[in-house]
């Protein structure tokens, strides 16, 4: 079992559904501690939440850190993609959509047309003890281009207006199977799964 430190229901849904088959329950923690993510990459940020959380649980923890990136924008919006048309609100649905739409506008501001774009995602599970460490530490990316229309009815965040060319469709027009097959998160959850079947790794996450 993994205790997952995030309060985005949509994300523990993926990690689940990517976890569960391969024999790893993950479980999310309740009333976690805000963490400031003031990290410069999602990889520091990701490893700062898992080792708060892991401190605060008392117990082994994975964390993430994910979010679109449009180098034509300068890596916007990058590590700011969940706050970048502010804060988040108690909605989440309209907070992804201001984002999503502060997205569009940045583009048709640069006088961009279906700028490439990618999705990236790292995690990193961290255990407790005199000093919090990270043990396992994963990333993942997913390329694609930023379509002006958003499209689909799946998935959440910037999904529907991210064009994947291989598979011909946003990623909120994939199913549940098909987005986690190819996603940002999807890699990354793999990758961590063949660590965990490293017994000197797993046997450090186990809760007792």
Same mark, same amino acid.
């Given at each position: ?65 994910? @979010?679109?990136? /449009?180098?034509?924008?300068? #890596? *916007?919006? +990058? ?8 804060? !988040? ?54 390329? @694609?281009?930023? /379509?002006?229309?958003?499209? #689909? *009815?799946? +998935? ?8 994947? !060319? ?43």
């Amino acid at each position: 079992m993994i205790l997952v430190g995030s309060k985005n229901s949509h994300k523990l849904l993926e990690v689940r559904e990517i976890l569960d088959p391969l024999g790893i329950r993950a479980v999310i923690a309740v009333n976690l501690p805000d963490v400031e993510e003031d990290g410069d990459t999602f990889a520091a940020n990701a490893a700062k939440k898992a080792k708060i959380f892991a401190s605060f649980l008392r117990a082994p923890c994975l964390a993430d850190d994910s @979010g679109l990136v /449009v180098p034509a924008l300068g #890596g *916007e919006p +990058g590590i700011y993609s969940a706050r970048y048309a502010g804060e !988040p609100g108690d909605d989440r649905e309209i907070t992804d959509q201001k984002n999503l739409e502060k997205v569009l506008a940045r583009i048709q501001e640069e006088g961009l047309h279906e700028p490439e774009a990618y999705f990236q995602c790292s995690l990193a599970i961290a255990i407790p003890g005199a000093t919090e460490r990270v043990v396992v530490a994963t990333e993942g990316r997913v390329h @694609g281009r930023i /379509v002006a229309t958003p499209r #689909g *009815e799946n +998935g959440f965040g910037y999904d529907p207006i991210f064009f994947h !060319p291989e598979s011909g469709c946003t990623l909120a027009e994939l199913s549940a199977d098909q987005k986690n097959a190819l996603s940002h998160r999807g890699v990354a959850l793999r990758a961590l799964a063949e660590q965990l079947a490293d017994p000197a790794i797993r046997t450090q996450i186990e809760p007792e």
